[in-house]
């Protein structure tokens, strides 16, 4: 198997580079677990994106966040425990997760490993603050406080933070559809880090908080992006097969043509 890839934005001689510097490190030739098992720390931020309706609404609505109107690249955000016994990394994040007859709906605790799934999350991102051990351990504990206090995910508040997006006036303000005890995903990130005296995104209400701009923190940090090469669209893979069997019939036209009499 081929080592991975890694780009360095700016450039740097480190393949752990300190996270007081902001820089993003991009990374080829992973598949989600290899990327996930390589990057993940307790105290770090992952952010993704996938292919459902709430996922592609989302990234639709972060278009407001760019100057082009682009369409963001993520609908979600979590925060990484770290390594538990049964050898799996596990995150803390605010969800909606059904699985079978049973509902999962806010703050929760879930194996890393439900990113694996390459069809379902297409974008991934790993975030490094270069968080102090008393930080990490702010972040867990707060954390799990709002897991033990089972604070839901807030459907409600993820409307009023499209509102705000529209009307960008709204964005420091209140969330118009506010609740008490709940938080959708980037808000509870939002949340846990400024427990520890860390803003990730100045001047936003906290439950107006959007994946997107976790991303685009002007806190010192370091992004490790999963860069997948883009695949061939299917008339590409088409053109491609009818001009070798061309090639092929011709050779062998010319093959007969040459042969003696």
Not at 102 to 111: D, T, Y
Request: proline letters at 4%; hydrophobic letters at 40%; aromatic letters at 6%.
């Amino acid at each position: 198997r081929t080592l991975p890839r890694l780009t360095v934005v700016p450039d740097t001689i480190s393949m752990q580079p300190t996270a007081v510097q902001d820089q993003t490190v991009v990374v080829t030739g992973l598949s989600n677990r290899e990327f996930l098992e390589l990057y993940a720390r307790p105290g770090r931020i992952g952010l993704s994106g996938g292919i459902t309706f709430i996922d592609k609404a989302i990234c639709r609505a972060e278009r407001h966040l760019d100057e082009r109107e682009h369409w963001g690249s993520w609908s979600h955000a979590f925060l990484f425990q770290g390594q538990r016994p049964d050898g799996h990394h596990w995150v803390i994040e605010s969800d909606l997760q059904i699985h079978r007859k049973h509902i999962q709906l806010g703050v929760q605790e879930n194996r890393v490993a439900k990113y694996f799934d390459e069809k379902l999350y297409t974008n991934l991102a790993v975030l490094d603050f270069g968080m102090a051990e008393e930080q990490i351990a702010c972040l867990l504990r707060e954390g799990l406080e709002l897991v033990a206090n089972r604070a839901r995910y807030s459907l409600r508040e993820l409307f009023g933070t499209l509102i705000a997006l529209n009307r960008p006036e709204l964005r420091s303000r209140q969330n118009l559809l506010a609740r008490e005890s709940s938080m959708y995903c980037s808000a509870l990130v939002q949340h846990l880090f400024r427990k520890t005296g860390l803003d990730l995104a100045p001047g936003v209400d906290l439950k107006n908080t959007t994946p997107e701009d976790i991303a685009r923190a002007t806190v010192p940090h370091v992004t490790y992006l999963l860069q997948r090469q883009v695949a061939r669209s299917k008339l590409t893979e088409l053109k491609t097969r009818l001009r070798r069997r061309v090639g092929a019939r011709i050779r062998q036209i010319k093959r007969r043509g040459t042969k003696p009499a």
